[in-house]
């Protein structure tokens, strides 16, 4: 069964940086769109980045662009997301999504990992 792993959450002062991993078990990543999508506290899940199999597309939504950096390594099956400067409203449950292509909609995505917490202080 495929699912991916999500790593890295925690708590962390308004401001500050996080790198959340997914590792997907079951599945070599090689060949698949992988997403980052968030449930903040009382919000529905929304989109925050993806990417293309090879790492060389790469789509964001508005707020995160030029903060948020999401890459990827093949070799180890790992998908990243780098998070700087991170802000209280960035609070959420992260999850990585894979699917054949680096969606926007979630619904695009066929495997879903149980999320990570993160939590920014302000």
């Known amino acids: 069964q495929v699912r991916p792993v999500e790593s890295g959450g925690g708590v962390v002062q308004a401001g500050g940086s996080l790198r959340l991993s997914c590792v997907p078990s079951g599945l070599a990543l090689a060949g698949y769109g992988v997403g980052w999508f968030r449930e903040g506290p009382g919000k529905e899940r929304e989109f925050v980045a993806a990417v293309g199999w090879s790492g060389n597309v790469t789509y964001y939504e508005d707020s995160v662009k030029g903060r948020f950096t999401i890459s990827r390594d093949n070799a180890k099956n790992t998908v990243y997301l780098q998070m700087n400067s991170l802000k209280p409203e960035d609070t959420a449950v992260y999850y990585c999504?894979?699917?054949?292509?680096?969606?926007?909609?979630?619904?695009?995505?066929?495997?879903w990992g149980q999320g990570t917490q993160v939590t920014v202080s302000s």
């Open positions: 999504a894979i699917g054949p292509a680096p969606f926007s909609f979630w619904d695009g995505y066929s495997y």
